[in-house]
């Protein structure tokens, strides 16, 4: 791969490090919201109210995107809550009276509304009105708006729904279709409760400091997801195209619905996780995306089951699992030193993001009760610099 393209990449780990160090227990989602955006395919976030969706979509928006451009044609980052009464000037912009009365017909003033932005999120999207969604389809699909009947290409790089029930309405079976991907937020699981307690409460203290106001910069641009995106055009199928396949006739067989444009979203998704592990030559690790294909999360285990196969052949040949603990003990000393020199934003995710890494592996070892101990070491290590770092504030 290009070094223009992995340097591309590196941005993006450090997307996530700084987003997996503030959100507990979402990393899976934070992934799919990044390989979401390469392939400039929607997602859609279902689960309870409460489990931090729209907190981190805006967070995501902040480090990919700047506060605002010099162009106001185009606006970084857009976010709604519908309802069954949301009107769709409330989405597109009122009538321009102005201009209607001068005789240029009928438009839309859509500066700073969803026409005119790159990252979108819509909160409970399934309850727009058939006004909102029958224009939504189109711009979801062809990424075009039409303002007064008249076709308008506009900026949208992805747009992340929110829900808090997966839909069963026929009627809303169209725009279900645009999310390729589905993922379930939920409440953080008990094991890892103070940990979440902990990082939240570093969290809104940070707000309470700069009022109640997302002051990230950003570490990477839509100029640099779009690049990404053009990248899919290098990715080589050859050596997956039959697993492929095999894996989405084995899914339908399941009586689990994958239409023919679903099918092959789902493959430029699968180009992006392979541009995302920095490899312009997709392998069966890339199904992984797979799994959040689903339709019902009753569907869910069915589909773990289906693609373990694919995963496991990779995972068993992973150059990762296979390394000794005295080469782990080595990196966890060179982090350790590391963690000294935390001089900007970069720095710490750079620091996260191998500790994040290193963390896994040592999870995952097969030696697990020798690296236990190791593992112990890495957590407080963790715990230490962010500790030192919440004082330094």
Known sequence: ????????????????SLLKSTFVAKDEIIEMLIIGAIAQEHVLLAGPPGTGKS????????????????????TPYFEYLLTRFTEPNELFGPVDIKTFQAGGGYQRIIKGLLPTTEIAFLDEIFKA?????NALLTILNERIFYNGGRPESIPLLFL???????????????LYDRFPIRLWSDNVAENRLAEL??????????????GHQINLSNVTSSDTLRRLHQALNQVNFD???????????????????????????LLKLVAAASLRRGSLTAAEPDFHILRHCWNTREQVPHLEALLAPYLEKSAASSPLRSRNLEALTAEIKVLEKSSLKLNSDIDLADFLHQAERLRHELMEHPEKILADPHLQQLEGLIDVTLNNLEKDV
């Open 1 to 16: 791969m290009q070094q223009e393209l992995l340097d591309s990449v590196s941005d993006l780990d450090d997307v996530a």
């Open 55 to 74: 907190e981190l979509v805006k967070r995501f928006a902040s480090l990919c995107t700047p506060r605002k451009y010099d162009n106001e044609d185009t």
């Open 129 to 133: 009105n058939s006004a909102i969604l």
């Open 160 to 174: 992340v729904g929110a829900t808090n029930e997966v839909p069963d309405d026929p009627d809303l079976k169209a």
């Open 197 to 210: 307690i902990q990082c939240g409460w570093q969290h809104e203290r940070q707000k309470i400091r700069d």
């Open 239 to 265: 050596a997956v195209s039959r697993s492929y396949h095999e894996a989405i006739r084995r899914i339908r067989s399941e009586g689990i619905e994958i239409s023919d444009r679903r099918a092959v979203k």
